[in-house]
């Protein structure tokens, strides 16, 4: 009998404190009815002085809006000197706000998608850490029985305001405070909106105003989180994309949401870790995501017209320039470690061409960490937001001849999925046909078709019945891409190692040793191009129950 998965121990550990109290599963459940009824969408901006004056007399924060009385709130975050907690991805926060005290637990689940986040929130009597734990003896063992103690505290000062319009009341926060965390104190200055009411074009309508105004970029985690990862150098993990779920019978509409509002999330939420110390993944994962966004929005000109998402497009193929220089000098990085170095025979040059290529590195990372700081990268996010609240698109024939689908209704995106996974399908298969006798530039042409084949099926695999079928599906075109994209990989690399042989004459010994050794891990990276092309014709169409297609 096969075993079953093991939960993650910070999941059991939550799981265990939530069923250790009848009293405080009560409690939890409580406190998260109220919260979900209560809590809308949130944006957070982090800003400066300035900016916080300047958006404090904003026209749309101040058109409409009632004031709310100062509030000042102490928050701490707790560990152990070890961490036990946060390599269990669990949060310990404890906050005081109007003399009472209140402890939110959060904690990781990877078995969602998107390893989306549980919490719950209890009073308590105090955030005296003795006494704070009494209500939970799971979470002491979790700990081993080693004390906790404050890894961080942040103090502030909230002025709240509550916008009133026709339909829409939204909550505004302006936090300014300042965070202590290793020995380190540093000042923020924070706005939130939150929709309590009404709808969420509303949201982003006013976060397109204010961005410009307060010079405000938005902020994935808090400044106390970000100082905490700093300060302990535990780093912050980068963040995969995630499929979004649809049901068999959505609407286009619904579909082009949750595909490109998946996309916008994994970009964003890799901002934080570019503040870490080894920030090539999360630009890679910055990279995956405008490529999938970019791929989502070329699929759906079939279905529907919209200049907000050709807008978008076009911005994200821009900082995917960006993101792209960085990515190639790290995989040239890589490679020269990893292959040629063992052959150089200590060869002077080669150390200072790795030099050279180190220094580009470090250049093109600072040069993307200003760009995703940059007012422009803010406002691309917020400009595509809006457009999906706002559904800012309309009906379109596609080439086909066929009829123009009604994205609202419903089953309309399982019928744009078939007809986009056929015609995508069909392309990459006659795009791979004789692929062993395909040029190098055919055979890039033939990956480009099949990873946006694979990313249509990614985008609407849950609209049908056949995860199993889906899965073999998906598996099959990520290896072709990988036998693909590794020659691709090379082939950037050559070019790259050219560039810097042609710009520094010492460098060049080197740098034709290293591009001779691409060439030959080209030869050697060949695969059996035919017996490739034999398995793609066996792939099963699983968005046609029944059915496979045939080049």
Known sequence: ??????????????????????????????????????????????????????????????????????????????????????????????????????????????????????????????????????????????????????????????????????????????????????????????????????????????????????????????????????????????????????????????????????????????????????????IHQMRVALRRLRAGVGLLRRGVASQALETASARARDISATLGAARNLDVLGDMLVAGPLAQANGEPSFYALLDAVERRRIEAHTTVAALVAAPQTTQFVIDLRAALAAKNWRPLPDEAHHPALDPSTPGSAKEFAVRSLDRLHRRAMKKSRDLASLTPEQRHDARIAFKKARYAAEFFESLFDAQGKARRYLRRTSALQDKLGAFNDLTVAAELLREFGDAEADLAPASGFAIGWCAHAREGAAVDWKKTEKSLKTLEAFWRRGAREEP
């Open 1 to 282: 009998m096969p075993r079953r998965p093991r939960k993650p121990v910070g999941f059991i550990v939550m799981d265990r404190l939530l069923a250790s109290s009848a009293s405080a599963q009560q409690a939890a459940r409580s406190a998260l009815r109220s919260r979900r009824s209560g809590e809308g969408p949130r944006i957070r901006f982090g800003t400066d002085r300035a900016g916080m004056t300047a958006a404090a007399r904003c026209e749309s924060l101040t058109v409409g809006a009632v004031s709310r009385p100062t509030r000042r709130i102490r928050s701490v975050i707790f560990d152990t000197a070890v961490d036990d907690l946060g390599k269990q991805n669990i949060v310990l926060r404890g906050y005081e706000m109007h003399g009472a005290a209140f402890v939110e637990l959060s904690w990781a689940r990877p078995v969602t998608p998107g390893g989306a986040r549980g919490s719950i929130e209890l009073r308590v009597p105090t955030l005296e850490v003795g006494k704070m734990l009494g209500f939970s003896e799971p979470l002491r063992r979790s700990i081993a029985g080693r004390p906790l103690e404050a890894r961080s505290v942040a103090e502030t000062e909230r002025r709240e305001r509550v916008l009133e319009r026709a339909q829409t009341r939204i909550a505004v926060c302006f936090d300014d405070g300042f965070v202590e965390c290793g020995g380190r104190r540093s000042n923020f200055h924070e706005i939130e909106l939150q929709l309590l009411e009404g709808a969420e074009e509303e949201l982003w309508s006013v976060a397109a105003e204010l961005a410009p105004r307060a010079k405000a970029r938005l902020l994935p985690m808090s400044e106390a989180e970000l100082a905490l990862a700093r300060a302990t150098g535990a780093g912050i993990a980068p963040v995969k994309g995630r499929r979004p779920k649809l049901a068999p019978d959505a609407s286009l509409d619904e579909a082009i949401v949750a595909t490109l509002s998946a996309c916008l999330d994994q970009f964003v939420a890799n901002w934080p870790a570019l503040q870490c110390l080894a920030p090539e993944e999360a």
